[in-house]
């Protein structure tokens, strides 16, 4: 016969006995680790912020940073050719330029029977000058334009070419007078010490950055007459060779002088913008 009360009893028993077991089971430290109820199932590891992206910025050289030329590295500079401080005996003004023709240097005067010297290419046979001239202007990394005499003799160049690295005109450019010639940098190191451009004055890009900085607008340059000695190797003024020939090396000069003599250019009354 069922028995009420001594149901309530027994479900009274079972009910304590569970919360025993739930409290001994769940008892434990208050540090303990907790019950990983699906450890098949790990946690993914913290992902790192975001970085913030940089805007891109194409390299620019400083104005006063000078590119290396190709072969700048593969040159071996003769001793004499390098720029350095020298006696130097003249009646010029100090921050006079005076270019030594038959020499192949390039002298600033500093004063007192010194002058700073640089080596120097300049114009080939038939392409020799003398005179005095002043700047009229300054550019740095110039473009070129090649006048229109240079293009009738080497017709394959370029009508316009941007200043950078990579123009004939180099880093600097010193504009003498009305007249079609500079001073200027070079790309071809190689050539320093030689007759070969057409009436233009080369220098080592380093070299040309260095005068820059030393001269100004209406400075006074000496263009002293003579050529080379005897025996020295010189390029020819002869007509550029036709397509058969294939393209010359291009050069960074200016209109011919005819004749195998210097020509003298007068000096100009006053500095003259050149364009």
């Given amino acids: 016969m069922f028995n009420l009360d001594t149901f309530k009893t027994y479900s009274r028993a079972v009910?304590?006995?569970?919360?025993?077991?739930?409290?001994?089971?769940?008892?434990?430290?208050?540090?303990?680790?907790?019950?990983?109820?699906?450890?098949?199932?790990q946690p993914l590891p913290p992902m790192a912020a975001p970085q913030p992206l940089r805007p891109y910025q194409p390299y620019q050289a400083a104005p006063s940073q000078v590119a290396p030329s190709e072969?700048?590295?593969?040159?071996?500079?003769?001793?004499?050719?390098?720029?350095?401080?020298?006696?130097?005996?003249?009646?010029?003004?100090?921050?006079?330029?005076?270019?030594?023709?038959?020499?192949?240097?390039?002298?600033?005067?500093?004063?007192?029977?010194?002058?700073?010297?640089?080596?120097?290419?300049?114009?080939?046979?038939?392409?020799?000058?003398?005179?005095?001239?002043?700047?009229?202007?300054k550019a740095e990394w110039p473009d070129w334009h090649p006048p229109t005499e240079m293009i009738e003799r080497q017709p394959y160049l370029?009508?316009?070419?941007?200043?950078?690295?990579?123009?004939?005109?180099?880093?600097?450019?010193?504009?003498l007078g009305s007249t079609v010639y500079r001073i200027h940098g070079t790309n071809q190191p190689s050539t320093i010490g030689k007759f070969v451009s057409s009436g233009c004055i080369g220098m080592l890009n380093e070299d040309v950055s260095d005068l820059f900085d030393r001269v100004k607008v209406g400075t006074r340059v000496v263009v002293m007459p003579g050529g080379p000695p005897p025996g020295t190797a010189t390029a020819s003024a002869a007509?550029?060779?036709?397509?058969?020939?294939?393209?010359?090396?291009?050069?960074?000069?200016?209109?011919p002088v005819p004749g195998t003599q210097p020509t003298v250019v007068p000096p100009l009354p006053a500095p003259v913008t050149v364009r």
């Avoid at 304590?16 to 077991?21: K, L, P, T």
């Avoid at 050719?81 to 020499?103: K, L």
């Avoid at 316009?160 to 600097?172: K, Q, V």
Wanted: aromatic share 12%; no cysteine.
């Fill in 15 to 41: 009910a304590f006995g569970a919360v025993a077991i739930s409290a001994v089971a769940f008892a434990g430290p208050a540090n303990a680790a907790p019950v990983q109820l699906f450890p098949f199932f």
């Fill in 239 to 255: 007509p550029a060779p036709g397509p058969a020939a294939g393209p010359a090396p291009m050069a960074a000069q200016a209109g």
């Fill in 158 to 175: 370029p009508r316009f070419m941007a200043g950078g690295p990579g123009n004939p005109l180099g880093a600097r450019a010193m504009y």
């Fill in 71 to 137: 072969d700048q590295d593969t040159v071996e500079m003769p001793a004499r050719f390098r720029r350095q401080t020298v006696s130097y005996a003249t009646r010029e003004a100090p921050g006079t330029i005076i270019i030594d023709t038959p020499n192949t240097y390039l002298y600033y005067v500093l004063g007192g029977g010194r002058a700073i010297r640089y080596g120097v290419r300049v114009g080939r046979d038939g392409f020799t000058w003398t005179g005095v001239q002043k700047i009229t202007r």
